[in-house]
């Protein structure tokens, strides 16, 4: 039976080790942490359901709509749509046809009324919608030249609808809101977000990891384990003990995966640094009596204060906070300042400006910083990165930087790293 070292038991390298298995490979997982998932991580704190930053699952991922059990992780949906809070006013910005039909109509002058841009900037962002739908996938993440600002400027869309709805909502999704990232990569997620709903699961977005590993022999998953280094033909352990395999995957985020190549002394290519990762903080309140009383997206159109977005995800997933009480997910960007009681006064003072002085009665729960949330996703250092699966004769990579930042990046990649380690080993017996 083959075998194959997979380094990190984050999404794409569990995927990885599932289609591995799956194909009668004997593979081990080793995981730094003390449990699985990576990125994709949930506490559950006094009845509420906190995941390591704001994140959710888009229905409209086509590779990992395929390789989940969509049922069972009992999806709790978002409405389409957000709010925009501007001039001390929250105004909704949304596509009617997308909301239930007794909302419709109200949603329909809403929209159209709401002063984020102008009644062309609207009529464009439907047209915008249908041409990305209609697009071909391969040659929309193909385009990679332009930002997403120049893309949406090229579009015709005025400053006002880019700095008070584009900019929130692409910087809350890229966790980077000088919009710098691939037009091809907005495109690709705005026809996500038109062709699905953005949702959670019952138990948090770590059922999604969870379900992958759920399918690998527990014996498969090594936790507290440190790769130290990877050579041809094996890798070495933080305890200096070295570990053979006939493959070696590295499954891990962009910055050690780049470590522990430069690590080898062998026959493979150094890499070059990748760009800084984004990177958000998170920050869970329990609310009594929430000021909303819907799980619609809460964006900054000001652009002044340290919030870009937030939601109270118990209305879309009511599993996340106890009866009698909602949870509140408030989302920064890219600040790695201020930190701990300064982060938290900052935005206690925020939401008192945006909802009255009852915001500051609302009970702190947690803060989560992640300082290396999304791979740089600019043209320039999408354009620079080689993301080749097939590292050298045994050595081989998997990761979201190969494909995109997402969910659905990651299980790609994983999946595209099994299918051609079994390939070359089909060649190999041939
Ligand atoms: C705050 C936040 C919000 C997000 N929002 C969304 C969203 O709304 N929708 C969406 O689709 N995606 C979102 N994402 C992106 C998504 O979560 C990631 O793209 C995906 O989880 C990455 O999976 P991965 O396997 O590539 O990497 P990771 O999950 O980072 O896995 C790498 C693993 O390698 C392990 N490791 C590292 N070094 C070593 C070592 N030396 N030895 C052994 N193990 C090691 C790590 O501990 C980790 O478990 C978000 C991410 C974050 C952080």
């Not at 609207?122 to 893309?151: P, Y």
């Not at 909502?169 to 705005?190: H, K, P, T, W, Y």
């Not at 600019?378 to 190969?402: K, M, N, Q, W």
């Amino acid at each position: 039976m083959p075998s194959a070292i997979i380094i990190g038991a984050g999404l794409s390298g569990l995927t990885a080790a599932r289609k591995l298995h799956r194909s009668n490979w004997s593979v081990r997982l080793l995981e730094t942490r003390d449990r699985i998932g990576g990125r994709i991580q949930t506490d559950a704190v006094d009845g509420f359901t906190l995941d390591h930053g704001f994140q959710v699952y888009l229905t409209g991922y086509k590779m990992a709509g395929q390789e989940l059990d969509l049922p069972s992780l009992k999806l709790g949906v978002f409405p389409a749509g957000a709010l925009i809070q501007t001039n001390g006013k929250r105004y909704r910005v949304c596509d009617p046809l997308r909301s239930p039909w007794y909302l419709a109509p109200k949603h329909a002058i809403e929209t159209m009324l709401a002063p984020v841009g102008s009644f062309a900037d609207k009529w464009n962002i439907a047209k915008f919608r249908q041409r990305v739908c209609s697009a071909d996938e391969v040659q929309m993440l193909g385009v990679q030249q332009a930002t997403a600002r120049a893309r949406l400027e090229q579009m015709g869309f005025s400053n006002r609808i880019i700095e008070k709805f584009f900019r929130p909502f692409f910087g809350g999704i890229f966790l980077d809101n000088s919009l710098s990232v691939s037009a091809g990569l907005m495109e690709f997620v705005f026809r996500t977000f038109s062709q699905g709903f953005a949702a959670l699961p019952g138990n948090g977005m770590q059922a999604i990891p969870d379900q992958i590993a759920s399918s690998l022999p527990s014996e498969t998953i090594q936790l507290n384990t440190t790769v130290a280094s990877v050579e041809e033909d094996r890798v070495v352990l933080s305890t200096g003990e070295p570990r053979t395999a006939d493959c070696i995957i590295i499954a891990t985020e962009e910055p050690t995966a780049r470590r522990l190549l430069n690590s080898n002394t062998g026959s493979m290519k150094q890499q070059a640094a990748p760009a800084p990762c984004a990177s958000t903080s998170c920050l869970y309140f329990s609310v009594e009596n929430p000021p909303i009383r819907e799980a619609t997206l809460v964006l900054n159109g000001d652009g002044e204060g340290i919030i870009n977005n937030l939601c109270f995800p118990s209305f879309a997933q009511p599993t996340y906070a106890p009866v009698g009480r909602a949870l509140l997910s408030v989302s920064t960007i890219g600040h790695i300042e201020p930190t701990g009681e300064a982060l938290l006064n900052s935005v206690i003072n925020q939401l008192a400006d945006w909802f009255g002085p009852s915001a500051r009665s609302w009970q702190h729960l947690r803060t989560y910083r992640v300082p290396v949330a999304l791979p740089n996703q600019s043209p320039e250092s999408l354009a620079t990165r080689s993301v080749h699966s097939r590292l050298s004769e045994r050595v081989y990579r998997c990761g979201d930087y190969c494909e995109s930042g997402s969910i659905e990046g990651a299980i790609q990649s994983g999946l595209k790293v099994a299918d051609l380690v079994i390939r070359q080993r089909e060649l190999v017996n041939l």
